[in-house]
């Protein structure tokens, strides 16, 4: 079993689907025709995505952390240098991680909130 998609509520759908196009390289997809508000789909690799949707009220849970709600992506550590420096540029602020582990990860905490956690796609062990 894959996901097939997630959904992030935004408080701006167009600035968030330009965060993850320009420090992900997520594409943009055409969106069902079924939506009444602003909503943003993009792929994130082959058959899955993320959606977002605008919800100018939206704000972010107090249990987004480390210890709490976060999504991890694996990501090769040669291009972490370059994702670090992409983040920075387009509002995200790194966050150092609160427990050691045998493999090279980190956390970013995105504009609107969200806690991701970028691992070592290629030496990250079974014990995630």
Do not use: C
């Amino acid at each position: 079993m894959t996901f097939a998609h997630f959904t992030l509520a935004t408080r701006d759908v167009q600035k968030s689907s330009d965060f993850f196009e320009k420090v992900f390289g997520w594409k943009p997809l055409k969106r069902p025709g079924n939506i009444d508000g602003k909503a943003a789909w993009l792929s994130i690799a082959d058959e899955q995505e993320i959606h977002l949707l605008e919800v100018p009220e939206f704000e972010p849970s107090p249990f987004e952390r480390e210890y709490g709600r976060h999504i991890a992506l694996f990501h090769p550590l040669e291009g972490f240098p370059a994702l670090k420096e992409r983040l920075v540029e387009n509002g995200a602020e790194l966050i150092d991680a609160l427990r050691p582990t045998p493999f090279q990860r980190f956390f970013f905490r995105e504009p609107n909130g969200y806690i991701f956690e970028v691992i070592d796609a290629e030496n990250h062990s079974e014990q995630l």
